[in-house]
Nanobody, 124 residues
């Protein structure tokens, strides 16, 4: 599956964004989809995941502000971010892997497919 992330931009603190990740292929609904981010000077870190069974998982520091969802008819996964903070500034990547309906992992090395990333910059 090929992934194309979009929706990033420059936003003031307190604002909201919705990132999108469009996927190619007819088996999108079978994939676990995830979002990761890489802040300046830091390693890539897990943000959220949604399984093909629609279970969702979040990193502790984004719970309550981030929401992951998917639209299988559009082959797209979304990441809604509200109450943006300067520390949310990062390149956000979508990822996909096919390991079963309930599988997810926070280790980026477990995901076989990656989008190109979209920059989110939050100004204070």
């Amino acid at each position: 599956v090929q992934l194309q992330a979009s929706g990033g931009g420059l936003v003031q603190a307190g604002g909201s964004l919705r990132l999108s990740c469009a996927a190619s292929g007819r088996t999108f609904n079978s994939y676990t989809m995830a979002w990761f981010r890489r802040a300046p000077g830091k390693e890539r870190e897990f943000v959220a995941a949604i399984t093909s069974g629609l279970s969702t998982y979040y990193a502790d520091d984004v719970k309550g502000r981030y929401a992951i969802s998917r639209d299988n008819a559009k082959n797209t996964v979304y990441l809604q971010i509200k109450s943006l903070k300067p520390e949310d500034t990062a390149v956000y990547y979508c990822a996909a892997s096919w390991r079963g309906t309930t599988w997810y992992d926070s280790d980026p090395g477990r995901y076989a497919n990656w989008g190109q990333g979209t920059q989110v910059t939050v100004s204070s």
